[in-house]
Each structure stands twice: as structure tokens, then as C-alpha cells.
């Protein structure tokens, strides 16, 4: 009995891997895409999926969603999702969604954060007109009582990532910035920005990169993320720990950073809500990043990558597409 169930285990574990490659795949593939979007019926079925991770299309499900959940204790960062920005004009409508979502978000006197990649804006292109658009994001969102996080992107860009955040912290104190664990630059970047305003969210890192460049997962990364944590930790800087590994979230209570005023644990929305839960339960700030647009469909194959279980509640999910969702929290 037992070598049976070893065998089941091990056939699972292959699967899962098996499937988390394929979904790795599948998300990368632009015609799979297009396919999904102009399939009649398959397109509700898989937004049905997505809804356990992202809010929905519209801004409007957004702060919705923000309502409900800055009510119930949680803090709350919004994203409107923007994929594969390839010219100027789609920068500036990026731009706009931005701008709206913040005007919105500030009319229903929501005091949350919006984040957001500075290649949304232009980066890639131009970015002095990143910059511009940041600016104007920042002046808007200032008026609004919104705070602009700026995300986190590959090795290559974070040069010009700093440079950008720098020049807008110079002007207002309402921008903070994502730093990367994994990357073996980040703690001279910490303290190349010192002097600027802003909370600091540390994450451990998604991109794949050069060994010469950035830590594998692994404990060495965990005792890494935990040392800038409490470097940062021990300044008073307002810092976001977004992480979702029990490991890492074990630590930081027991090291009693969380007791902080200046600190935040946050996590993806639809992901270990029950945790997330349990921490506001306790007394801890706690935040919940939420997405919505209708570019969900490469954040959801990720998503679902990264934990292959989550197939499974995806398919009961389809299975009753139009039924109504309620909140993971």
C-alpha cells in the first residue's frame, strides 16, 4: 500500500511538473492567444479561471474589489495588466488607463497604491517620455492621496528603472520602488537610493537570469531576501515584504518585523488568501495585489505554472462559468 502510494505521489509530481512547462509554453504563444480571444465559447470559460486571479476587465471590478477588501482591514494595490506594449500610442493609452484608474480610485477616497511597470510607459522606447508619464501619474496621484509603486523588471532594465524613480523622487514623496532579492546588485542599489522618499517592496524575483547576475531559488536566496528585509526594516522606511513563501513569512513574524508600524506583508491576489487572512487576524498589516484588464491571459498561465494544483479548482471554476464569484477574502 505504501509503495502504491509513493507511486501515485511520484506520478503527480510528474504530471504537475509536466504541466507547469506546458503552461509555460502556452503562455509565450501569441496565436494560442489570439485563439483563446476569438473563441466565442472558450473565451468565458477560461475568464471564469482567471477571475480566481485577477478581479476582471474593468476598472470598475477593481475598485469594487478594493472597496470590499480595504472594509474588511486589507491595504490593497491595483494594476491594470498591459502586455507585449509595443509602440508609442499603446504607452500613452497605458498611460490613460493609469491615470483613470487613479482619478477613480481617489474619487472613492481610496487610500491604496497603483503598480505599475515603467515599461507601461514608454521605457522601452523613450524614457524621457516614461519619465513624462510617470510625472503626470505622480502629480494626479498626489492630488488624489494615491501612492505609485514602481514594479519590478528584468536585470537589464534596472539602470534606467532607478535613474527614472530618482528624478521623480527628487519631486514627490508619494513613488516607491520594487526591489529584487535574487539580483546580486540589489543591496548597493538599496543604498544608492537611500535618500529618496517612497516605501520599498522587496520581492524575491520572477525573471530568469545569468547566474553571474541573480541567485537561484534556494535557502542562500531566503537568508538573503530576510537580511535586506531587516536592513530595511531597522531604517523606519515603510516597506512591503511580498512574498507568499511560508518559510520567509514564519521568519518575519518570529523576528517580530510585522509588529512594525513601517511594515507591510502583501500578496497576489487569489493567492493563500487564507494566510493573507490569517495575518490581518493577527493584528499585522496586510495587502492584497490586485489585477485586472483584459490582457490576463499570460499573468493566469504564470499563475497557474507556479502551482499546477490550482488546474483543478480552474476546471470546477469552468465547469459553472457564469456563476457568481464570490471574494477569496
Not at 477588501?69 to 494595490?77: D, W
Not at 483584459?294 to 459553472?320: G, Q, S, T
Request: with cysteine; proline share 3%; hydrophobic share 40%.
Amino acid at each position: 500500500m505504501m509503495l502504491e502510494t509513493a507511486t501515485v505521489s511520484s506520478v503527480a509530481s510528474a504530471w504537475e511538473t509536466s504541466a507547469s512547462q506546458a503552461l509555460k509554453a502556452m503562455a509565450r504563444d501569441e496565436q494560442m492567444k489570439a485563439q483563446v480571444q476569438r473563441a466565442e465559447g472558450l473565451y468565458p470559460l477560461l475568464l471564469s479561471a482567471a477571475k480566481r486571479f485577477v478581479v476582471g476587465e474593468t476598472r470598475e471590478e477593481a475598485i469594487s474589489e478594493a472597496c470590499n477588501l480595504l472594509s474588511k482591514g486589507y491595504n490593497v494595490s491595483l494594476e491594470y495588466i498591459c502586455e507585449n506594449i509595443r509602440d508609442i500610442q499603446d504607452c500613452i493609452s497605458a498611460k490613460d488607463e493609469f491615470l483613470g484608474l487613479i482619478r477613480i480610485a481617489g474619487q472613492a477616497n481610496l487610500k491604496s497604491t497603483v503598480s505599475l511597470d515603467l515599461s507601461y510607459m514608454g521605457m522601452n522606447a523613450d524614457p524621457q517620455l516614461a519619465y513624462e508619464h510617470l510625472l503626470e501619474l505622480a502629480q494626479e496621484a498626489e492630488r488624489c492621496g494615491i501612492t505609485i509603486m514602481i514594479s519590478a523588471e528584468e536585470s537589464t532594465k534596472i539602470d534606467q528603472i532607478l535613474g527614472i524613480y530618482k528624478r521623480i523622487g527628487e519631486r514627490y514623496a508619494n513613488i516607491g520602488i520594487t526591489l529584487q532579492a535574487h539580483l546580486h546588485r540589489t543591496v548597493r542599489d538599496y543604498l544608492d537610493i537611500q535618500a529618496y522618499p517612497g516605501k520599498i517592496r522587496i520581492v524575491k524575483g520572477a525573471y530568469q537570469e545569468a547566474a553571474d547576475v541573480a541567485l537561484a531559488r534556494s535557502e542562500e536566496l531566503n537568508e538573503r531576501y530576510l537580511d535586506i528585509v531587516e536592513m530595511i526594516v531597522a531604517t523606519g522606511r515603510p516597506i512591503s515584504i511580498a512574498t507568499h513563501d511560508e518559510t520567509i513569512i514564519e521568519e518575519v513574524v518570529k523576528k517580530g518585523y510585522l509588529n512594525q508600524p513601517n511594515v507591510e506583508i502583501e500578496m497576489l491576489y487569489g493567492v493563500r488568501p487564507e494566510r493573507l487572512k490569517e495575518l490581518k487576524d493577527e493584528g499585522y498589516q496586510t495587502k492584497v495585489y490586485v489585477l485586472y484588464g483584459v490582457e490576463w491571459y499570460l499573468y493566469v498561465c504564470h499563475r497557474l505554472a507556479e502551482f499546477p494544483p490550482n488546474i483543478y479548482k480552474a476546471i470546477a471554476d469552468m465547469a459553472n462559468p457564469y456563476a457568481e464569484k464570490e471574494s477569496p477574502y
